[in-house]
Each structure stands twice: as C-alpha cells, then as structure tokens.
C-alpha cells in the first residue's frame, strides 16, 4: 500500500501505522528514510530557526514518531526490525552543515539507544550511514554549490568524488541492499 504521510505530524504518522496494521494484520520492519538537507553551506550562525527546526523535525522527530507509533506492536510480537538512515553527516559531520548533521548525529544516537530498549524484546535496531547517492537532491545541491562557489557543477561533482573512497557516489541499490541484509 502506498500512504502519503508528513512524518513530522503524529496524527498522520499514527493514521500510517494504523494503514500498514490494517493491510497487513503485522508489522515486521520499519524502515525509517524520509530526510531534509536543508540550507548548503550556510555557517550555523546565519542558519534560520525555521530552517534549523524544518531540519530537525522531518529528519529526527519524523523518524522518532514513526518508531514511537510501530513499535508497540513489535513489542507484541517480540520480534521485529528497525532500520533508520543516518549518513555520513552522522559519522563526521560536515562544515557549513550545523543543522542537517546535528539531525544526523541525533539519528545515530537514537538508534543506539532503541537497540538498548528493544534489544530484549529481540528488536533489531540499525542505522545505515551511507555517502551520498546522486539523485534529484543532490544534483540540486551539487547546482547549488557551484553557483554560491562560481564555478562548474563538473568541479562540484569531481570535488564530492574525490573525497569518497570509492571515488563515486553510492547507487541507491548499494543502500537497498545494506537495509534489506540487516
């Protein structure tokens, strides 16, 4: 079932989870993935409170709520699985980024501490922290980058690759495949 949701709003998160309950009688796996970036490279100290808490919101109270509301019924079951997608803004931060790896941080810290509370249920909670993929939002970055820096998107682009070890962004498939393991 597809179910639209602003996960930043607990009543259309618990209206989710109730959908998914319906549909499917259990609850096995919560993948938690919906993310803002948020402003690039703007200083914390420039960064807007409206976009500091649209960042927070949607990347750590989003995945907060949709926990809050699949859990019990994980709980109940005594078995289950939750995976949360933190990034390489969780590992190590990134400059002119204080919002968005902050949300990042909180993400990793999070799950660490669900995997205390439900280990003994046997909940598995995880958190995958992978580099960036090169889709819609980080094309519009990569844009946005290269018009504040006066330059080429091409220079952007090959600045990101040659920071990663593998010298390329990550194919979301790669991502997929980590979440589906765990």
């Known amino acids: 079932i597809t179910v639209s949701v602003d996960v930043r709003d607990e009543e259309q998160v618990k209206s989710m989870a109730a959908a998914a309950l319906e549909a499917f009688g259990a609850l096995d796996i919560l993948v938690n993935a919906a993310g803002v970036t948020g402003p690039v490279e703007t200083p914390a100290h420039k960064i807007s409170l409206e976009d500091w808490d649209h960042i927070l919101d949607v990347n750590l109270k989003g995945t907060f709520l949709c926990c809050k509301h699949i859990i019990p019924t994980l709980i109940e079951k005594k078995w289950g699985k939750i995976v949360n997608i933190a990034g390489t803004a969780s590992l190590r931060g990134y400059v002119n980024r204080a919002a968005y790896s902050s949300s990042k941080w909180a993400v990793r810290g999070f799950t660490r501490t669900l995997a205390l509370e439900l ?39 090959d600045k990101y690759t040659k920071e990663m070890a593998l010298g390329r962004f990550i194919e979301e498939e790669e991502i997929a495949s980590a979440i589906v393991y765990l």
């Open 119 to 157: 280990g003994p249920y046997n909940i598995n909670v995880n958190c995958v922290c992978p580099g960036p993929t090169l889709g819609d939002r980080m094309k519009k970055m990569i844009r946005d980058k290269a018009k504040l820096w006066d330059c080429s998107t091409e220079e952007v682009y």
